[in-house]
């Protein structure tokens, strides 16, 4: 039998054991695969928002393969803790370093190619679903099937070099061990674990400020951001290790409680589980925080941000010193025509008023324009009649009509009667709509600017001429003899680059999370052994069946929902901090709905697992 078939069959031996990982690293690597086919897409190689999509991704590619390396590194030094009687053996019958070295290559490198192999095939078959979801979720012309020779190559090659370096980098783990150390393997005896009282309260007050301070009315800035994420991680790092095994012991002093039924068994081995895993479940409950936590704020932000209402798809507000003003204008006409964008022009004279005051509220930048001109664009406003002194407030302003509400311009010693409250039609001022006299009134003492408002019946199409008008006109971030605002950029900043997060933080969150739950699965496999020996001797003194499945059950239960229940209750915090901070609505639901659909996943993950561990422990105690 040669090497490679000996790495085989111990595969095929250990193939409960090894699930999870091939699993896990199979998602992973469909994941990257199909994010590289949207990488490599020919479809992407032209413009703006493809641009963007295309950068997106390739940040995301990163971060999937980043944290392949932990979750690879992971998973191959706890297979290796759960071997080393068998290398001990091995070793004993004459194997060398170099050979075991081979052995774990060789083991390793099959499970990839098969992870790597499942992986592109399951992420071609559902690449056209991707592609779907993407450019639906996206708002971006549909993206055709191709041959993804360039995303097979990068898949491959990075993969295969990964496993491979994974495998001759964890045999330092056993290399320094003595034969003795690899026979006894795991089976050394365990002292009672121990708390610090010191320690247990500093976990409750780090957990006590961490979770207060947005309840308190706390302002979460970026310094106090900073404690509520450092108190919430040493917190956590605590609860594992300090006061969750006090709040086992407080169980175990109630004697009658302790004794009943199979507690006496489930809260003694929880004990040692919770403190002998503590790193195991903060490293689950972080990286499942950090995945709700984004999720949450990805689709909150989403939600909060819709299409925005605006009258004008594209303005211009040209001031009085503006020499390139018929130039710039010329510009965005030549623009629209050459892509045949229909388009409607309307020009009219804008006076920009500095400070001006509303329910005792100081504004500023707040745009005049003459009742006659905007009535030409907007027929709802041609039913009103303004009389002298009477105004429309097109904004976002809102309040009582029929010139209850007055705005003050102060340097212009004028007082305007709101008539009524409109939507807004300007994305770069709040918009007062005045009388022919009040505007000719208001001219004599403030210079006169042009505002240019274009309709555009198809203004999602013009986002990359809106970037490239943006350039030509204001030249950089501030311009003072010019303003230019687009409808397409600003749908593309708040509707449709949320959106792009979600669909990618959706997917590197699912990943997250499904190794987290193999994380727990590799814990509970690396104590099977021990487990088995544990069961069959209470078996032998009148332990049942239904009384070993229903410890195991809870034992397993909280395993692996302890540490999601606290990822929940950290971003829930997190988010509550957010809402309080940027005002969002509908925080409770959105992220209710998220957190939801994480629950099913790992509830799926949690049945499937413990089926697997709950009949490999009947093999062996009761058949």
């Known amino acids: 039998m040669t090497f490679p078939q000996f790495a085989f069959k111990n595969i095929t031996r250990n193939s409960r054991s090894y699930f999870a990982f091939y ?49 690879i590194l992971y998973s191959a030094s706890a297979f290796l803790k759960t071997r080393k009687k068998e290398f001990g053996i091995l070793t004993i019958q004459g194997a ?14 099959i499970i990839g190619l098969a992870s790597i192999l499942t992986g592109i095939i399951c992420g071609t078959i559902l690449a056209k679903l991707f592609f779907t979801a993407g450019t639906y979720i996206v708002e971006m012309e549909p993206l055709k099937l191709y041959l993804p020779w360039k995303a097979f190559a990068l898949t491959a090659g990075v993969f295969v070099v990964l496993f491979f370096w994974i495998s001759t980098f964890t045999i330092r783990i056993i290399r ?103 790193r195991l479940f903060f490293i689950v409950s972080i990286v499942s925080t950090v995945a709700f936590t984004a999720t949450s704020s990805l689709a909150l932000l989403s939600s909060v941000f819709p299409s925005n209402e605006i009258h004008y798809e594209m303005e211009l507000i040209s001031s009085p010193s503006n020499e390139k003003e018929q130039e710039q204008v010329r510009y965005i006409q030549q623009q629209l025509d050459e892509q045949k964008i229909k388009y409607v022009q309307y020009e009219m004279e804008a006076l920009n008023i500095q400070e001006y005051e509303i329910r005792e509220f100081t504004a500023y930048n707040l745009l005049v324009l003459p009742y006659e001109e905007v009535a030409l664009s907007l027929p709802d406003i041609q039913k009103l009649t303004l009389k002298d002194g009477e105004g429309i407030l097109l904004g976002t302003f809102t309040g009582p009509d029929n010139g209850k509400l007055q705005i003050e311009l102060r340097k212009q010693n004028m007082n305007i009667a709101i008539q009524t409250f409109e939507e807004p039609i300007s994305m770069l001022r709040e918009v007062l709509v005045v009388g022919k006299r009040d505007f000719e009134k208001l001219k004599q003492n403030i210079g006169v600017n042009t505002f240019y408002g274009f309709n555009i019946p198809n203004w999602k199409d013009t986002l990359d001429i809106s970037d490239k008008i943006n350039s030509h006109v204001v030249g950089g971030l501030y311009n003072p003899d010019v303003e230019y605002s687009s409808k397409a950029q600003i749908y593309f900043e708040q509707v449709q680059v949320p959106s792009l997060s979600l669909f990618i933080g959706l997917f590197v969150a699912i990943i997250f ?111």
């Open 513 to 623: 999370v499904l190794a987290a739950g193999s994380f727990l699965y590799f814990r509970l496999y690396t104590d099977l052994y021990e487990d088995r020996k544990k069961y069959k001797s209470l078996a032998k003194i009148g332990l049942s069946e239904k009384e070993m499945v229903k410890n195991a059950t809870i034992q397993i239960a909280i395993l692996f929902f302890l540490p999601f229940l606290m990822a929940i209750i950290s971003t829930g915090f997190a988010i509550y901090a957010l809402q309080q901070d940027g005002g969002f609505e509908k925080v409770f639901q959105t992220t209710s709905l998220t957190i939801s659909g994480f629950v099913v996943l790992q509830f799926l993950y949690f049945i499937i697992i413990r089926t697997s561990y709950i009949k490999n422990l009947k093999d062996y105690v009761y058949r």
């Open 96 to 109: 060398s370093r170099k050979q075991l070295r081979l052995l774990i290559t060789c083991e390793n490198v």
């Open 176 to 278: 320094s061990e003595e034969i003795i150390a690899l026979l006894k393997g795991s089976d050394k005896p365990k002292k009672e674990p121990k708390t610090s009282v010191l320690f247990t309260i500093l976990c409750i007050l780090f957990l006590g400020i961490a979770f207060g301070m947005a309840p308190l009315g706390v302002k979460i800035d970026s310094n106090n951001a900073m404690i509520m994420l450092v108190f919430t991680v040493i917190g956590t790092y605590l609860f594992y290790s300090q006061l969750s095994v006090w709040i086992l012991k407080l169980f175990k002093r109630n004697k009658r409680y302790y004794r009943k039924g199979t507690n006496l068994l489930w809260i003694s081995d929880l004990m040692y589980h919770v403190r002998d895993n503590s």
């Open 23 to 71: 699993l896990s690293s199979s998602f992973a690597v469909m994941i990257f695969y199909m994010f590289a086919m949207f990488i490599f897409h020919p479809g992407l190689d032209t413009g703006y928002i493809n641009s963007a999509v295309k950068k997106a991704m390739t940040y995301a590619e990163f971060i999937i393969f980043g944290f392949s390396i932990f979750f």
